[in-house]
């Protein structure tokens, strides 16, 4: 394994460290990663979206949600390697990568972390590891506007979160 890559227990190191810290302090770092990230995929003309409760909270309040131990975007797994060859402008932009397998790749930048989800389609279904969603909402994209930037959000955001987690 990697000497740079985090354990389990790094995460959780990770997560207990920022557990003691103004949540304030934690988002303009967050808000800043999320921007610079959106700034180097979209240099490198790479696809991405929000993806997880980063996009939950960012849909329903516009913002990051102060309690959240991570942020989450997620890329078509057809561009991995499209990313991996993108490594050094991360590292120049003050990001180290974490965790690289073929479900996600984490990203680090001052102790907060951006996990990049790798979806893979299927006829009906598209998702990464075991969480699978209905493919209708990965097949075009819609916008919205964070921090004055654009991000592409799943189609019908609003029926994919009820799906996604109001079980």
């Not at 180097?40 to 979206?49: D, Q, T, V, Y």
């Not at 309040?61 to 499209?82: R, T, V």
């Not at 993108?86 to 990001?95: K, T, Y």
Request: hydrophobic share 35%; aromatic share 14%; net charge positive.
């Amino acid at each position: 394994m990697n000497k740079n890559f985090w354990s389990n227990q790094d995460f959780k190191i990770n997560k207990e460290y920022w557990s003691k810290k103004d949540p304030v302090e934690s988002l303009v770092i967050r808000n800043e990663n999320l921007l610079a990230v959106n700034n180097i995929l979209n240099e490198r003309k790479i696809f991405f979206f929000l993806e997880g409760r980063t996009l939950n909270h960012i849909f329903k309040n516009d913002e990051l949600d102060p309690n959240d131990h991570d942020d989450d975007i997620g890329i078509f797994h057809k561009d991995k390697k499209k990313l991996l060859d993108s490594l050094d402008i991360f590292e120049e932009n003050g990001f180290k990568i974490i965790r690289s397998n073929d479900q996600m790749i984490s990203v680090c930048r001052m102790k907060r972390y951006i996990d990049i989800c790798l979806f893979k389609n299927s006829l009906f279904n598209s998702g990464y590891g075991k969480k699978r969603f209905p493919k209708k909402h990965f097949v075009k994209f819609d916008k919205l506007i964070f921090k004055n930037t654009d991000f592409n959000i799943p189609h019908d955001t609003k029926n994919f979160l009820k799906i996604r987690y109001e079980k």
